[in-house]
């Protein structure tokens, strides 16, 4: 059985991220939710793929990034698709970032988030 995936990060404004998250990377808001131990959350993702993101804010300060080298990379290895996700992007308002390592240049755009973490759209793939 392959096991699921969240990955999970406090943010200080949860409403700023929706626009590159839903808009740009074309994720869906799969629940909400508030009150929850002191914290208030967002579930992004797919509905039916195993692997989400889950941003949290609370009373704790959200942390700030801690290098331009922190990276989500998301995989495309299809040309057209990788196009058309970089083209979602840049039609949400955002513009790709130059990456502090140059090989996530060569076959991606990376992208930086309302709070300076970055995701980049990488037109690769791998065997696994």
């Known amino acids: ?10 943010s200080a404004d ?12 074309g994720l869906e808001v ?10 208030d959350g967002l579930m992004l993702g ?8 889950e941003f949290t804010r609370s009373e704790h300060p959200a942390p700030r990034v801690p290098s331009r080298d922190n990276l989500l990379v998301l995989y495309l290895p299809d040309g057209a698709e990788w196009r058309a996700a970089v083209a ?17 240049d060569r076959q991606g755009a990376t992208f930086e988030d309302p709070e300076g973490w970055r995701v980049v759209l990488q037109n690769d793939g791998w065997d696994l």
């Not at 979602?88 to 996530?104: S, T």
Request: glycine share 8%; no cysteine; net charge positive.
């Open 14 to 25: 949860l409403d700023a991220l929706l626009p590159f998250y839903v808009e740009g990377l």
């Open 88 to 104: 979602r992007m840049r039609a949400a308002g955002f513009a790709p970032v130059a990456a502090l390592n140059p090989y996530w």
């Open 30 to 39: 799969l629940t909400r939710f508030t009150g929850h131990d002191g914290f």
């Open 1 to 10: 059985m392959t096991p699921g995936l969240r990955v999970a990060r406090p």
């Open 46 to 53: 797919h509905a039916k793929a195993p692997r989400h993101l």
